[in-house]
């Protein structure tokens, strides 16, 4: 498996990517890494597109909690996320807890449709930001 992430803190944007075998580990460390850089506010961009997730439904649920636990008071940036060819239940289900995480979250089949949806709240983070 390969699962990569670009973080770029000036766009305030991560992008990511995978491909081959998916599995919990892979995404807690994703986690890991991105809350201990202070970015889980950023926008996510990640292509699973070509992803084969080996998760489990119970690891699933760990996932889920693990977001929750690291988020604490942290207002969570928009995910846009590119689902699996072959797409797996335990893995639709953790997503499905994220979106319950209170920030935007969409799910597409699609990389460009991907891209310019988490496009648009850059142009909002700019409008927002202060100056």
């Known amino acids: 498996m390969a699962f990569h992430w670009h973080i770029d803190s000036k766009a305030k944007l991560i992008l990511g990517s995978a491909a081959g075998v998916l599995t919990s580990s892979d995404l807690l460390n994703y986690l890991k890494t991105i809350a201990g850089v202070n970015a889980l506010e950023y926008r996510q961009l990640l ?18 909690v693990r977001i929750r636990m690291l988020r604490g008071d942290v207002v969570a940036g928009p995910a846009a996320i590119v689902m699996p060819k072959e797409q797996a239940e335990p893995l639709a289900r953790m997503l499905g807890i994220m979106a319950m995480a209170h920030h935007p979250l969409r799910l597409f089949k699609d ?14 983070q700019s409008a927002n930001a202060p100056g």
Not at 47 to 64: M, N
């Open 47 to 64: 292509d699973l597109s070509q992803a084969i997730p080996e998760i489990t439904l119970t690891e699933a649920v760990e996932i889920g």
């Open 111 to 124: 990389l460009e449709l991907a891209k310019k949806w988490i496009d648009g709240f850059a142009t909002q």
